[in-house]
């Protein structure tokens, strides 16, 4: 139960920082930020922030197959919303990286 918490904590904080990142277009700083965070907690940070632009920017800011695996941890619904903002190229390259 206690590492529940701390992992809690963990992405609460993780979701108040990159809130304030990227509400201030600190993109270089965003990338540091989640270093040493798994693909399920920075998930787990931006469905808390419930803010699909923070979504979409994260996923852009990152590596192809680093925002692939923390896409696989969003909800259906925030997926769709990033998909929707994405052109096909996008897209591809996405699902490429999911399903390889």
């Known amino acids: 139960m206690e590492n529940e918490i701390t992992t809690n904590e ?7 920082k990159l809130s304030l990142l990227l509400q201030e277009d600190r993109f270089r700083e ?20 419930d803010n699909p ?3 979409i920017v994260l996923l852009r800011l990152l ?9 696989t941890y969003l909800s259906t619904e925030m ?9 096909n190229k996008e897209i591809r390259n996405l699902m490429s990286e999911i399903f390889t």
């Not at 963990?10 to 108040?16: F, G, N, S, Y």
């Not at 997926?79 to 052109?87: K, P, Y």
Request: hydrophobic residues 45%; glycine residues 4%.
């Open 10 to 16: 963990r992405v609460h904080d993780l979701a108040e």
């Open 30 to 49: 965003v990338r540091e930020a989640i270093e040493g965070f798994f693909p399920v907690e920075i998930a787990d940070a931006l469905v808390e922030m």
């Open 53 to 55: 632009k923070y979504g």
């Open 63 to 71: 590596p192809n197959e680093t925002a692939a695996d923390i896409f």
């Open 79 to 87: 997926q769709e919303e990033i998909v929707q903002t994405m052109n």
